[in-house]
């Protein structure tokens, strides 16, 4: 799911933060520590100067440091949503899908959602409701 909004500005927030505002004038503060102490692609960024490079680029749609990494808006919007509690982490649900042995169909039919919307949520491409979230702790609580 595309941002509903392109974004306005980035600021640094700490050394591993940004505070993202929106057109819209919604702005979640998102996290990196993550992505940069556990993917190689992100070191240069462990550099507060580097980090604090983090511009707004391509119209609104990504942030780009003078290193050259980028991270496009829609993935800013997700782990901000994660990070705010308005959305289930996507790590956490395709862990609960490995956990309980799911394939996409089985967990759609589960929930009566489509394949596809599932497809989405285990792929990252679309927020996941908290809805969601509390359905697979139900589907736990039924079966556990």
């Known amino acids: 799911m595309a941002t509903p909004d392109k974004m306005k500005s980035v600021t640094v927030q ?5 505070l993202v505002e929106l057109t ?10 993550e992505p940069m102490a556990g993917v190689a692609g992100f070191d240069a960024l462990r550099d507060p100067a580097m980090f604090a490079t ?8 990504a ?3 003078a290193c050259g990494l980028s991270m496009a808006s829609e993935r800013l919007y997700q782990m901000g949503k994660e990070q705010a509690g308005e959305a289930y982490p996507v790590a956490e649900f395709r862990a609960w ?7 996409l169909s089985t967990l759609s039919a589960a929930l ?14 679309r927020p996941i409701p908290r809805v969601v979230g509390l359905a697979l702790r139900g ?6």
């Open 14 to 18: 700490a050394p591993d933060s940004l």
């Open 112 to 125: 009566g959602l489509s394949r596809r919307a599932v497809s989405q949520y285990s792929s990252g491409a």
């Open 97 to 103: 899908m490995e956990r309980n042995n799911m394939s």
């Open 63 to 65: 942030v780009e440091w």
């Open 24 to 33: 819209s004038g919604k702005s979640y503060c998102v996290s990196l520590a």
């Open 139 to 144: 589907l736990d609580k039924a079966h556990g």
């Open 54 to 61: 983090a511009q707004v680029q391509d119209w609104g749609w």
